[in-house]
């Protein structure tokens, strides 16, 4: 059964800066695709970044530039690091995956088999 779990979400002001992390179990983590995606109230979700299982990685335009994403094969662990945040990206935020070795870009990562049960990150102007 794939489990992912997310944590480190949290209130900033701008310009701040938040490190989530998902924790993956119950599948071949290094042979997945994972990506973190988005949703504010009101709002679809929105591809925030996804790296495949060979690692290459991609990034919305919204935050290229100021996210970057990780994973940690020997600990089952999916990062997103987050620096100079601005109110607009405010939401929960949800880690996912899929067994396919590439997410198809970014934009792809809210049509993943698999999702969190997210983790909310709020900045204040």
């Known amino acids: 059964q794939v489990q992912l779990v997310e944590s480190g979400g949290g209130s900033v002001q701008a310009g701040g800066s938040l490190r989530l992390s998902c924790a993956a179990s119950g599948y071949t983590y290094s042979s997945y695709c994972m990506g973190w995606f988005r949703q504010a109230p009101g709002k679809e979700r929105e591809g925030v970044a996804a790296?495949?299982?060979?690692?290459?990685?991609s990034y919305a335009d919204s935050v290229k530039g100021r996210f970057t994403i990780s994973k940690d094969n020997a600990k089952n662990t999916l990062y997103l690091q987050m620096n100079s945040l601005k109110p607009e990206d405010t939401a929960m935020y949800y880690c996912?995956?899929?067994?396919?070795?590439?997410?198809?870009?970014?934009?792809?990562?809210?049509?993943?088999?698999?999702w969190g049960q997210g983790t909310q990150v709020t900045v204040s102007s």
């Open positions: 996912a995956a899929d067994a396919i070795p590439s997410c198809g870009g970014s934009w792809c990562v809210p049509l993943a088999r698999y």
């Open positions: 790296i495949d299982s060979d690692g290459s990685t």
